[in-house]
């Protein structure tokens, strides 16, 4: 099986990396009200929602999926999350935690930039009251750029020699130098392309002739490629989010902006599993014993909480948004579901009686044969059936709800 997409949450201390990890995940990873409370970054798992397949055709009841879940047809599909150390202006040459921090999130797929949007926290992590969250957006993708580029001009003069020695293509030399962030040569090329679009050019200048104005471009556009991020706007339940928030939107009108309390959907979910409220994650319903009468009933003072929650983010925002933060880094990682199975008719796996046992997320485009490929390694496939036993070309690609189930026949089986 291809690896499950790795999302990485960023920002400065105290932004509320570790809250938003735990709100996703059972991680009960440590928070605290002071800079660099995580130093090792903690790793797990959440689960993004989406309508399943088995909901297509009715077989909800017997939708038992190997890994993750399936509610009622809603598909809960296991992704890896990433917490790590607060990022602090200058880390890129070692302030803070510095490039420890940067090296732990060099194989994610995307990042979640969890921002401080109740002004209570300086660009160091520190507890103070109205700073402006503005830059801290600028200055953390920075450090990042910063970080990434002094990797690859550490031994520029070298890269260069070898470059021309071997006569090789700048994408080549440039996948070689990317590598350890997991990028490939399709990467790098989508990446050129980038540069193309956001310098409206149509070729590179020689490598052996860039100068650093030059690389900070190719940088900048290996970065849209290859770290795709989701702001995500937090501690919205604080009063001083409201101006913030705006503020933020109007800079940064193209980029994926949700809004969170990751403070909120902990305390929810903690209270649910307490058997105090029934609470449908990332919604705004919340019942308490007033709604259920076999929950159990709250003192005053929790009541109280729960009331101020619902006024201040549920009815307010619609969420506490965590988990479209969460749907946001898989949209933006363009990302399909799609179901292997074995038997066409039946939507079953290589023994019983479940259906759609197995879900992996594919970029979206992908042609089926490299889906089939990836999931099946190094065999030889003789035919790829879809819905209705459809033979599907190697060529055609996956798309939302299209040559999303399928069957792949292998030698062996004849
Ligand atoms: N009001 C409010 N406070 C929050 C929210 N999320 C986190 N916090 C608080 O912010 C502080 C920092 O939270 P952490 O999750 O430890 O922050 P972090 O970004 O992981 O910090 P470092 O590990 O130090 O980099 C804690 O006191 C949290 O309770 C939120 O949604 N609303
Ligand atoms: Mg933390």
């Known amino acids: 099986m291809p690896r499950e997409p790795l999302i990485a949450i960023v920002g400065k201390p105290s932004s509320g990396k570790s809250t938003t990890l735990n709100s996703l995940t059972d991680a009960g990873a440590?928070?605290?009200?002071?800079?660099?409370?995580?130093?090792?970054?903690?790793?797990?798992?959440?689960?993004?929602?989406?309508?399943?397949?088995?909901?297509?055709f009715g077989k909800e009841d017997l939708c038992k999926p190997n890994y993750g879940a399936c509610k009622k047809g809603t598909r809960f599909?296991?992704?890896?999350?990433?917490?790590?150390?607060?990022?602090?202006?200058?880390?890129?040459?070692?302030?803070?935690?510095?490039?420890?921090?940067?090296?732990?999130?060099?194989?994610?797929?995307?990042?979640?930039?969890?921002?401080?949007?109740?002004?209570?926290?300086?660009?160091?992590?520190?507890?103070?009251r109205g700073y402006d969250p503005l830059n801290d957006i600028d200055w953390l993708q920075e450090e990042i750029r910063q970080w990434v580029q002094g990797n690859l001009t550490k031994n520029w003069g070298s890269v260069v020699r070898r470059h021309t020695s071997t006569k090789s293509m700048a994408v080549e030399t440039l996948q070689r130098q990317f590598s350890g962030y997991g990028a490939n040569m399709n990467m790098v090329q989508l990446a050129i392309n980038q540069y193309y679009k956001d310098y409206q050019c149509t070729n590179l200048p020689p490598l052996e002739t860039w100068d650093n104005e030059m690389i900070t471009k190719i940088?900048?556009?290996?970065?849209?490629?290859?770290?795709?991020?989701?702001?995500?706007?937090?501690?919205?339940?604080?009063p001083d989010a409201d101006?913030?928030?705006?503020?933020?939107?109007?800079?940064?009108?193209?980029?994926?902006?949700?809004?969170?309390?990751a403070i909120t959907e902990v305390f929810l979910r903690k209270l649910a599993k307490q058997g105090y409220v029934q609470y449908e994650e990332g919604t705004e319903f919340v019942d308490t014993h007033e709604d259920i009468d076999t929950l159990k009933v709250m003192d005053e003072k929790l009541s109280q909480r729960v009331e101020k929650i619902r006024d201040l983010v549920l009815y307010r925002f619609g969420s506490t948004g965590v988990v479209q933060v969460l749907q946001a880094a898989?949209?933006?990682?363009?990302?399909?579901?799609?179901?292997?199975?074995?038997n066409m008719n039946t939507f079953t796996g290589s023994s019983g009686n479940n259906v759609f046992r197995d879900c992996v997320m594919v970029k979206r485009g992908t042609q089926v044969g490299a889906v089939a490929r990836s999931i099946m390694g190094d065999v030889t496939i003789v035919a790829i059936e879809g819905v209705g036993g459809i033979k599907i070309s190697e060529e055609d690609v996956v798309d939302k709800g299209k040559n999303d189930i399928l069957s792949f026949k292998l030698v062996s089986n004849n």
């Open 77 to 128: 599909v296991p992704i890896m999350l990433l917490d790590v150390a607060g990022l602090v202006p200058g880390a890129h040459e070692g302030r803070g935690l510095g490039n420890k921090f940067l090296f732990d999130l060099s194989t994610a797929d995307a990042l979640i930039h969890v921002v401080d949007v109740s002004g209570t926290t300086d660009s160091n992590g520190k507890a103070t």
């Open 330 to 342: 898989v949209d933006i990682l363009d990302l399909v579901p799609v179901y292997p199975v074995r």
């Open 243 to 261: 101006k913030n928030i705006s503020k933020i939107v109007l800079k940064y009108p193209n980029d994926k902006i949700i809004l969170s309390s």
């Open 219 to 238: 940088v900048k556009s290996f970065l849209k490629i290859k770290f795709p991020t989701v702001l995500a706007l937090n501690k919205i339940d604080h």
């Open 30 to 56: 440590k928070v605290g009200a002071f800079p660099f409370t995580t130093i090792e970054p903690n790793k797990a798992t959440g689960y993004l929602q989406l309508p399943c397949a088995c909901s297509r």
